[in-house]
């Protein structure tokens, strides 16, 4: 499956952006969804993960509360709805897909990755 993320951008504290991602390739609905990022300098880590039909999802504390992945399987997009954003949101946002079913916040489970989206939070 392809994957390609877009909606990144430059915002300021307390912003919101909402980044989408889109596949093709291969039947969306049978893979499951996360988004990762990776801040310079920093390992990339998880920030959210989607079911294969959206009924479960689950968030990394840091971004608990305040973003929020959901997925549209008619559009084969994944989106990630960021609010109340802090300067150490900031990084480069990747989607990837899981053909797994168990839950997972392990990149190296992920088989499937977009280019990725910056994010830059300004104080």
């Known amino acids: 499956v392809q994957l390609q993320a877009s909606g990144g951008g430059l915002v300021q504290t307390g912003g919101s952006l909402r980044l989408s991602c889109a596949a093709s390739?291969?039947?969306?609905?049978?893979?499951?969804m996360g988004w990762f990022r990776q801040a310079p300098g920093k390992e990339r880590e998880f920030v959210a993960r989607?079911?294969?039909?959206?009924?479960?999802?689950y968030h990394a504390d840091s971004v608990k509360g305040r973003f929020t992945i959901s997925r549209d399987n008619s559009k084969n997009t994944v989106y990630l709805q960021m609010n109340s954003l802090k300067p150490e949101d900031t990084a480069v946002y990747y989607c990837?897909?899981?053909?797994?079913?168990?839950?997972?916040?392990?990149?190296?489970?992920?088989?499937?990755w977009g280019q990725g989206t910056l994010v830059t939070v300004s104080s």
């Open positions: 990837a897909a899981d053909r797994g079913v168990v839950r997972t916040t392990t990149r190296w489970d992920y088989e499937y």
């Open positions: 390739g291969r039947t969306f609905g049978n893979y499951a």
């Open positions: 989607i079911s294969r039909s959206g009924g479960n999802t």
